[in-house]
């Protein structure tokens, strides 16, 4: 019986081996033509070595070839490699001058193993694993065959070489001496390598843990297929790479992927999984009349009130649609909101919800964020000293939407790296010998505190946030949250606090959140909305008659800009997606003007004149202002001019002939100084910088 056995043991690789050239000859597809055997040809006329096999043709030809491919990696890719070889013999025998050995690259495998959950009984075996690459080094020349010559007898010995370290041969095969061996570089055989580092998917990562990552090994045509910050799914065989010292083997190790293909995830949404029934679902909600409102009251329902702001981030999380145009230049779809308001007004609350209800996003706050944590780094990595690059917050939420909480905060020099992300939506960097750009198409919602502590209404925007107008320009929607005592208010809240924590379960959003998220990611992903003739005529109209006020008088101020019209059109697209339609109406344009309108007319405002300004937004200094600036620039030429310099008393008393108080005399000073247009010749006497 034993015998018997035994003997079937011994056949059954031989019996795999069949198989599984029988499937490369024989498996048809649908419209009957010998699939693989095509595939073979293409290769061929190609110049590659590499065929990609779909595991599930594997698994309706044979589930016992499927499972053996499985647990057995490495003999599998032998018996394939050894099949196409014979197949390639067969149609085109010259080719194997060029290539002796060929690989089979599987797609879709089953055993999709999450990274958090890889452990030791999956060593030896083939497995699937998704992420967002976090790292790679820059392509490397790995030696596989090196090729030892033993300097005393002159013959040649060829090693394989299977870790990272290349091990000289222990004796001469010719004259059975231990020493004098010495590595012939030139007639070694290499192979393209490039390590990545696959970190988990950040929306997939346990609340209070730490992402968890895992190393993959990528040789020949896989280098450089994935960069960081791009979602991949790798298949390959998970192996053990020991942590040797210089005297003794370690008895812990580290796994590692040796992949076998990388799959780069071409569309933002396709993560989540969205079934034939749930379409069905979301086409029947899309129906409702009232999607809109529901949407909108399915926005943090825990919160009280914010109708305008819970509107603004659903418009957020639909987006607009981003516009490639013949020249090759992107106008972006994605919306960005900025949230200023007065401590204890649920502003992290409403980031937070945002984080969690969003198909892809990403949460950070800006005291605890760094330009190179937001955008990207370059790595040094102590045990090798190689360079890696390193994606930050902002290119692992490509297609989603990137959360930062307490945006006044950051380090000035840390903000400036978001700017190029905000409008441009990539990530440049050169660190080091790397120069890459990066992908960073993400919606981002910001929240910030007023630099005083509270928003000071006789103040502009610029004055109350500890933002640079570059960074304030570039946001489509801007909100101020105000904590004014009201007390029809202030009992509606109270009462609405009240019943959140006494009975949480009243506070049910019309949306399910799985739900919603399902629907977002819907929309998204498949509507692309177009304006309609009266849409573009109504934003058109509003555009030209807000202009048309700067030109009626010479002294008044510019009231929007280019900018703003780019936003209402992104604004009205998501409008127009929140119910899945394909046309943008005049309806959705008419409620991106009212946003707009309304954000104009609480930040846009010049305080002194109370006209709106769009300047108090692009560039930190509204019409008034400048003229003021403008006039003291006068006043001070004139004095140096006479003296040498201007004394501060002279140049007081010059402007209050002009018109000029004392106070804003005082603060323009110091701001021109500050921004280099006025230097301090001596104490207390100023002149212009030429």
């Known amino acids: 019986m034993a015998t018997r056995l035994e003997s079937e043991l011994e056949i059954k690789p031989v019996d795999y081996v069949s198989r599984i050239e029988e499937?490369?000859?024989?498996?048809?597809?649908?419209?009957?033509?010998?699939?693989?055997?095509?595939?073979?040809?293409?290769?061929?006329?190609?110049?590659?070595?590499?065929?990609?096999?779909?595991?599930?043709?594997?698994?309706?030809?044979?589930?016992?070839?499927?499972?053996?491919?499985?647990?057995?990696?490495?003999?599998?890719?032998?018996?394939?490699?050894?099949?196409?070889?014979?197949?390639?013999?067969?149609?085109?025998?010259?080719?194997?001058?060029?290539?002796?050995?060929?690989?089979?690259?599987?797609?879709?495998?089953?055993?999709?193993?999450?990274?958090?959950?890889?452990?030791?009984?999956?060593?030896?075996?083939?497995?699937?694993?998704?992420?967002?690459?976090?790292?790679?080094?820059p392509p490397k020349q790995k030696i596989v065959q090196a090729v030892f010559v033993h300097e005393p007898c002159g013959n040649e010995i060829t090693v394989t070489v299977k870790d990272d370290i290349v091990e000289k041969p222990a004796i001469c095969p010719y004259c059975n001496k231990t020493t004098g061996f010495r590595l012939l570089e030139e007639k070694s055989i290499y192979v393209d390598f490039q390590r990545l580092v696959v970190q988990e998917k950040p929306e997939e990562v346990p609340s209070g843990q730490l992402p968890r990552s895992i190393e993959v090994d990528v040789v020949g045509p896989l280098v450089d297929v994935a960069r960081p910050g791009d979602r991949v799914c790798i298949v390959g065989i998970l192996r053990l790479r020991s942590q040797k010292s210089s005297r003794k083997t370690k008895?812990?190790?580290?796994?590692?992927?040796?992949?076998?293909?990388?799959?780069?995830?071409?569309?933002?949404?396709?993560?989540i999984e969205i079934t034939p029934e749930d379409e069905a679902r979301i086409r029947e909600l899309a129906k409702d009349p009232m999607i809109k409102r529901k949407i909108v009251a399915s926005i943090a329902p825990g919160i009280f009130g914010m109708w305008d702001i819970k509107e603004a981030i659903a418009l957020l999380l639909f987006g607009g649609v981003p516009k490639i145009l013949p020249d090759g230049t992107r106008i972006r779809g994605d919306i960005h909101v900025l949230i200023i308001g007065d401590p204890g007004t649920a502003k992290s609350q409403l980031l937070q919800?945002?984080?969690?209800?969003?198909?892809?996003?990403?949460?950070?706050?800006?005291?605890?964020?760094?330009?190179?944590?937001?955008?990207?780094?370059?790595?040094?990595?102590?045990?090798?000293?190689?360079?890696?690059?390193?994606?930050?917050?902002?290119?692992?939420?490509?297609?989603?939407?990137?959360?930062?909480?307490?945006?006044?905060?950051?380090?000035?020099?840390?903000?400036?790296?978001?700017?190029?992300?905000?409008?441009?939506?990539?990530?440049s960097i050169a660190k080091a010998g790397i120069v890459a750009r990066l992908n960073a198409r993400t919606a981002i919602l910001a929240a910030g505190n007023p630099k005083y502590g509270r928003y000071m209404p006789t103040r502009s925007i610029t004055e109350n946030v500890n933002l640079p107008p570059t960074i304030l320009s570039r946001f489509d929607l801007i909100f101020v949250l105000r904590d004014v005592p009201n007390i029809e208010k202030d009992r509606a809240l109270a009462k609405h606090i009240a019943e959140v924590h006494g009975l949480p379960d009243r506070v049910k959003p019309p949306i399910d959140p799985e739900m919603l998220r399902k629907y977002i990611a819907y929309a998204r992903k498949y509507i692309k909305p177009r304006l309609s003739i009266e849409a573009k005529k109504l934003i058109e109209e509003f555009f030209v008659e807000m202009r048309r006020k700067s030109l009626e008088a010479p002294e008044a101020p510019i009231a929007i800009t280019a900018r703003q019209l780019e936003a209402l059109i992104r604004l009205a697209e998501a409008h127009a997606k929140m119910a899945l339609r394909d046309v943008v109406t005049a309806e959705?344009?008419?409620?991106?003007?009212?946003?707009?309108?309304?954000?104009?007319?609480?930040?846009?405002?010049?305080?002194?004149?109370?006209?709106?300004?769009?300047?108090?937004?692009?560039?930190?200094?509204?019409?008034?202002?400048?003229?003021?600036?403008?006039?003291?620039?006068?006043?001070?030429?004139?004095?140096?001019?006479?003296e040498g310099c201007a004394k501060i008393k002279a140049i007081l008393n010059r402007a209050r002939q002009r018109g000029l108080d004392d106070r804003s005399v005082e603060e323009m000073l110091s701001r021109m100084k500050r921004e280099g247009v006025i230097y301090e010749v001596r104490e207390g006497c100023f002149a212009l910088v030429t």
């Open 353 to 427: 919800y945002v984080a969690r209800i969003a198909p892809r996003a990403v949460y950070t706050t800006g005291r605890g964020s760094t330009a190179a944590g937001l955008t990207a780094a370059v790595v040094r990595e102590k045990g090798t000293g190689e360079y890696y690059l390193e994606a930050g917050a902002l290119v692992l939420a490509d297609g989603g939407v990137a959360c930062i909480d307490e945006i006044d905060k950051m380090r000035e020099e840390d903000r400036v790296a978001i700017h190029e992300a905000m409008e441009q939506q990539t990530v």
């Open 588 to 642: 959705d344009a008419a409620q991106a003007i009212r946003l707009m309108k309304s954000m104009l007319e609480s930040v846009g405002i010049d305080v002194e004149s109370g006209e709106v300004d769009v300047d108090v937004i692009m560039t930190g200094k509204p019409k008034s202002k400048r003229e003021k600036m403008i006039l003291l620039e006068e006043i001070i030429r004139e004095l140096s001019e006479a």
């Open 23 to 137: 499937f490369l000859k024989s498996f048809r597809d649908e419209n009957h033509r010998f699939k693989y055997r095509e595939k073979i040809r293409r290769m061929i006329l190609e110049d590659r070595y590499d065929v990609e096999i779909e595991f599930n043709d594997i698994i309706s030809f044979d589930s016992s070839l499927a499972d053996f491919i499985l647990n057995n990696p490495d003999d599998a890719l032998k018996h394939f490699s050894d099949a196409i070889k014979r197949i390639v013999e067969l149609e085109y025998p010259e080719y194997l001058e060029k290539y002796d050995k060929f690989i089979p690259r599987f797609k879709d495998v089953p055993n999709i193993v999450r990274i958090r959950e890889i452990r030791s009984v999956y060593i030896g075996k083939l497995v699937a694993i998704e992420g967002v690459v976090v790292r790679s080094t």
């Open 251 to 271: 008895s812990l190790y580290d796994v590692y992927v040796d992949a076998n293909n990388i799959i780069v995830s071409q569309r933002p949404l396709e993560e």
